[in-house]
């Protein structure tokens, strides 16, 4: 019985972060200004220039708008 209760707790948890994070999309592309898109956990970080950045930067505001 202990190993069914975890189970379902783990698959409420689990429907749960789904239902949270397509709702959160849902909003965050209805009220942002365009701009990249972002990974789910690490955001933009990947994004994120290592050298020069205010180049990278320039480039960003060119194609999205500032």
């Given at each position: 019985m202990e190993a069914t209760s975890?189970?379902?707790?783990?698959?409420a948890v689990v429907l749960g972060g789904v239902v949270l994070y397509s709702g959160l999309g849902f909003l965050r592309k209805s009220r942002l200004p365009p701009?990249?898109?972002?990974?789910?956990?690490?955001?933009?970080?990947?994004?994120?220039?290592t050298g020069n950045p205010w180049l990278a930067f320039s480039e960003m505001g060119k194609k999205y708008g500032e």
């Open positions: 975890q189970n379902a707790a783990l698959a701009g990249p898109t972002p990974l789910p956990i690490i955001g933009n970080a990947h994004q994120m220039p």
